[in-house]
């Protein structure tokens, strides 16, 4: 296992365009299955060590402590939708600045005025948002 | 395949900044109406309106700068050939500054009585003109899509404008839904275009194209076929925006459903930007593809959508009583007419598509300003019956009107017969005997429109007036839309018998269409 | 069998049995994250053809952003998976299989047609080239862009919220 790890870590090192992005991903992948590996390990190895009592109370739903109302698939309000919405429009415009971000040192002024451009037109959207009362909860 | 870039290009200049001058412009003052919007009280919205005609009298200004450019034969090119300016962008860029204009104009006093005055009518207006004049200019598959997205999505709003009216609420989600699709389909289209090129450049694009088409090389392969395809998706989702059969469906009931101001700016603007667009792909991007060996050429593909088109549009016309139902057929059969100019392939053809388009925008928003007057609060007078006995109860908006339907028509001496009359003429001009059949189809359809617009006639002038519309209460006609109609109608007139001025501004579009392709490798990077 | 014609295979069953079910499953809620999963593998597609802004803005906006969107509608509709659906158009299911598969068939002609490797070179899809691309030669779509997006929120605004009286 460990002399695996060791392998995979230095081919990462040695990675050049010619091996295709792949082997670069390698520490991420190993992240993700150790990530994954430690709760269901845990999880499993609980499973033959702890004593299991079923309850009424202890199965549940968990609702802050209180006791449970209604159902859980209930309708919910259309406020959530609002603000889903326009976290996604914000959302989208971040994206496109995190190209910037990468290639601000290159770009100097020139790319700071483009950006300073493009979120400009955008604070005003922003400003029509909070006008319009978009923000406000009530 | 054309490189990424690795280095930093020299970067863009001042220079580039002076040629989209009325763009900028025209973004500021749709910014500012927004920000209006919400400063105003309510009591003084309707000054937005007012705020958005100064500001595209600024970029007709502005424009007017451009006018000097299309002397050159060659376009000028900005921000990496990402842009540029020829005859056929400046033309189509004060066609839609004309076409926002009145309809902000027609609208002031009907969002007044709808109670719907608010700025963000007159700033998606705005902005919808901004997305069609970037479709005017831009010279590349990417900045093309985002101006035609930016143009769609705002009519998209504009169509449920009316929240409360559920017609309204119907027509934008019909429209809305379809919409988004065929614009996928279209980007799809263009990603193809791209696969199979490398470049997002028209003028590179059509140069590799003609390579493939000319010779496709054995050890290549046949990407043509590839072609076909992106070719299909592309003019699906271009003929979709025009509502040409058998992409049409959705244009009755928007045009129906959404608030007539809008109905009458969708006819117009926006559509005319999915013309200029279509001209740009057809007959610059993919123009090598118009005949090919062994394989169907778009010419073959687009004739037989234009005759379905008129055909269907106009068939379909005639069972119609409600005005703006009826309208959104004739205005199926008259994109049928439009495609027909591009077919042709002649210069001709192409100034008949300028002139008509030109034309077109007078007449209908003419058309639909009248409806719009008729107008009151409970009867909607949308219906062929609220035009009867016009003539007793308001003269001079039945003249007006009837000025407008004969010119759709095509009636002679009107400007609609012009266009009409060089649509048709190129196809029997281009000598190939396959159009002339398709000449005949066409002239025999225009027949048939007489019918449909020889009703709007009857009903307002022979007609008695009905019963429940007989109220007195004048028409909403403000005296500066009396003026700008009075205007149109003068301009519809006057360019049917004497039509050589527009066909000049006509020329300078069929010129920029046809040297632009003749040069395209001209219009490489800057 | 290489090592990366294995992670595609890998990752391209993801896509496409994301999709399927999708397509199939009756609870809305479990199509939604149905499609989720599809959504990371496109992701990782997209990177293994050395298109990483792509990969993190499939992550980022789509299995994140679009999401969450999709089901917020869904709670708010609140739809019952038992819901039965109008059994109009039958015939269009069974249509559909052979439809599908004529375009499958053109697709795979025309692509066919098209020889040769076509793929930028490696480094093409790289946050920094993206940058630099779309900073200087795309700069006018790019800042088109940000007026796409305020449209956006101005249109989102008008239709969905409520007019205070």
Known sequence: MVPTVFFLLQQTATDTPARGPIMGYIPIALLFAISLAIPVGALTVGRFFRRTVMTQEKMMPYECGVDPVGDARDRISVRYYIIAMLFLIFDVETIFLFPWAVVFDQLALFGLIEALIFIAILVVGYYYAWRKGALDWA | MLPLLVELPPLPTLRDTAFIMPEIILTLFAGAALVLDVALPRSKKHLTAYFSLIGLAFVAIALAQQVAMTASLLPISAFYGMLFIDGLSVVFRFVFIVAAAFSILYSIKYLEFEREQRGEYYALILFSTLGMMFVATSGDLIALFVSFELMSLSVYVLVGYFKRDKRSNEAAMKYFLTGIFSSALMLYGLSLVYGVTGHTNLGLISETIAGYVQGGTAESGDPRLLLMVALVLVAAGLLFKIAAVPFHMWAPDAYEGAPTTVTAFMSVGPKAGAYVLLARMLLFALAPMREMENLPGWAALLAVVAVLTMTVGNLAAVTQDNVKRLLAYSSIAHAGYILLGIVSGTDMGYQGVAFHIMTYTLMNTGVFAIIIALHRQGVIGENLNDLNGLFSRAPSAAVLMLIFILGLAGIPSTAGFVGKFFLFGSLIQSGKPWLTYIAIIAVLNAVVAFYYYARFARAMFLNAPSENIADASPLLLAPSVRITLTLSAIAVLFFGIYPQPLINVADIVAQSITTVYAQSSGIALR | ?165
Do not use: C
């Open chain 3, 1 to 165: 069998m290489t090592f990366q014609q294995l992670l595609f295979i890998g990752f391209a069953a993801l896509v496409l049995g994301g999709g399927i079910a999708v397509v199939l499953l009756r609870n809305p809620l479990y199509g939604a994250f149905a499609l989720i999963t599809s959504f990371v593998g496109l992701s990782a597609l997209y990177v293994m053809m050395g298109a990483q802004f792509i990969g993190a803005a499939q992550i980022v906006v789509y299995a994140g952003a679009i999401m969450m969107l999709f089901v917020f509608v869904i709670m708010l509709l609140n739809v019952r998976a038992d819901e039965e659906r109008p059994p109009r158009h039958r015939f269009l299911v069974w249509l559909a299989a052979p439809l599908a598969l004529l375009l499958s068939a053109g697709l795979w002609l025309a692509v066919a047609g098209v020889q040769g490797d076509r793929a930028p070179s490696g480094e093409a899809g790289t946050v920094e080239r993206v940058g630099k691309n779309l900073m200087t030669r795309y700069l006018l779509p790019f800042e088109l862009t940000s007026v796409l997006i305020l449209l956006a929120v101005v249109g989102a605004l008008h239709l969905a919220k409520r007019e205070k009286e």
